[in-house]
């Protein structure tokens, strides 16, 4: 798939968000979607997410970011749309910021 074929995604979850596993559920879900790109906690309590990849298959991690693991609450979902750069090779945990 060619870099003009994929989009990016950037988003900020807020909510009950940090050591309820929401890290390794958005991994699994951007490994499932075949997704490029990072996860991290920031010290605000919050979660930020930047991945890259078919803009359906971010819509669809999207969706999943709203709901969270069961374990989660999330209270609300900033995002942002852009083109991909197609630095990432792969979908990691990076450290918080």
């Keep these: 798939m060619s870099l003009e074929e994929q989009?990016?995604?950037?988003?900020?979850?807020?909510?009950?968000?940090?050591?309820v596993g929401f890290r390794s559920f958005v991994l699994d879900k951007a490994d499932e979607l075949n997704l490029t790109g990072w996860v991290r906690n920031t010290y605000q309590g919050n979660v930020e997410v930047l991945a890259e990849g078919p803009r359906?298959?971010?819509?669809?991690l999207l969706?999943?970011?709203?709901k969270g693991p069961n374990t989660a609450y999330v209270t609300k979902v900033r995002q942002s749309w852009s083109d991909a750069t197609g630095e990432y090779?792969?979908?990691?945990?990076?450290?918080?910021?």
Excluded: D
């Excluded at 989009?7 to 050591?19: D, K, N, P």
């Excluded at 359906?56 to 669809?60: G, S, T, V, Y």
């Design 56 to 60: 359906f298959a971010l819509e669809e």
């Design 63 to 66: 969706e999943t970011l709203k």
């Design 89 to 97: 090779r792969f979908f990691g945990v990076e450290h918080t910021m």
């Design 7 to 19: 989009s990016r995604l950037y988003a900020v979850i807020e909510g009950r968000v940090q050591g």
